[in-house]
């Protein structure tokens, strides 16, 4: 059997009666709809439930799934203790798509926290299903900190697990949208909020899930959405699939954004492999970029290539630019991979002979010594965009009043501590931000009094 359905849900406690008391009809279309989700869910009678879920054990680097045999979980945070499950996981779907990511390069399984206590993302939609059906296994998924293609790649993998054990199953998506979307909301209004959820309700609602990866980080993040993740794990576990989509409802009342659609496979279609088609986009576009680059990005790159190769620090090679052989400077290496940060090493002041030196060994460190981040393997280097930011002179500065996010990046010291942090960077907006991840980075308190210098880069891309 392959993945019967695929249900996008929200999981607001407030829409479960005994939690809401009588808030729930607030949302009463939300409501609605998740009966007709249960509905069709009753009437396909899976073996298994597959829930992913913002709220679960999740990890910057890993996918946590089902860990164990059974899991419990109430409603008692919300005051309604009474409202309990005791679910039992499907351990063979569960070690099947282990082993398929592990023979895949994906990072997921049971390993991390043992916590048997089911979260919200996944009770909320039990609650509805339970209702009218009963006999099912459940395999919770949790998110990760990876990127959107890596989240599509574990639900291919699902799908492919559920085919090899021959389970009938169904896959929901627990997510809310935007939590930005009203001024009296409990987190606020952001003009991202609205715009976000016409989007995502336009993109599923046309099963365009090709279109999901068009979502910027930075865009999503000021959204504050919580769902977009599991909605791109529920597309991979539908990829290659014609699929109808039905959109139930969308509501915004109480200032978070909840969704409801059903996806339904109708056959292959090969021309719905939306990953295949968004790598082979991205290659194109980072060849076409590697071929404008400039010989201080070119430099970058042959180091990072020649060292995760061969082990080896590269020479200075011929042909290079006067600046960079006589000139002296610091200078950072950034790596991005499928648009996040994937190392970022570099040096306030010259440490080496020469700018081009201080590149060859600042690459090398980014890709390798970044304490963030794994080193860079040999399979990841045709998908790597490399910056180069070449600082200048460091100047004191009076006050915050001096800085311009845009322009100059901030160096804060206090005493032996330095932190620094580069200008124009996607997600910092202001200069108050910029100060205090520069702050963080050098483990000094936001209360702390510091020291504040300027420079401007020039920035190689």
Known sequence: MSVLA???????????????????KQIEATRAAYVRVAEDIAGLKPETIIISS????????????????????????????????????????????????????????TMGLRDKALDHGIMVPLYFIRQLYADFMLVRVGLSGLPLEEHYRLGQIIRRA??????????VASGDLSHKLQSYGPYGFA??????????????????????????EAFCERAAECGH??????????????????????????????????????????????????LKEEEIRLTEKMNRSDAWVRLARRSVENYVLHHQVMK??????????????GAFVSIHKHGRLRGCIGTIAPTRKNLAEEIIRNAVSAAVNDPRFDPIQPEELKWLEISVDVLGDPEDIQSEDDLDVKRYGVIVTRGHRRGLLLPDLDGVDTVRQQIEIARRKAGIGPREEVSLQRFEVIRHT
């Open 162 to 171: 559920v085919e090899e054990t021959g389970r009938k199953a169904v896959y």
């Open 316 to 329: 200075i090679p011929d042909g290079l630019p006067d600046e960079m052989l006589y000139r002296r400077a």
């Open 6 to 24: 695929a249900y996008m849900v929200p999981h607001p406690p407030m829409i479960v009666p005994e939690v809401g008391r009588g808030s729930e």
């Open 229 to 278: 993740r599991s909605f791109v794990m529920m597309a991979g576990a539908l990829d290659g699939l014609a699929v109808e989509a039905k959109q139930l409802s969308h509501e915004d009342v109480t200032g978070v954004g909840y969704g409801i659609c059903i996806f339904h496979p109708k056959g292959s279609d090969e021309n719905r492999r939306f990953l295949d088609i968004r």
């Open 54 to 109: 913002p709220h679960a054990t999740m990890y910057s680097d890993y996918f946590h799934i089902s860990p164990g045999h059974e899991a419990e979980g109430s409603f008692a945070q919300f005051h309604a203790s009474q409202v309990r499950f005791s679910e039992v996981y499907d351990e063979s779907l569960v070690q099947s798509v282990a082993r398929l990511a592990k023979e895949n390069g994906i990072r997921a399984g």
């Open 191 to 216: 003009e991202e909020g609205p715009v976000y959820d016409q989007r995502i309700m336009d993109v599923c609602g046309r099963a365009a899930f090709g279109e999901l990866f068009d979502f910027d």
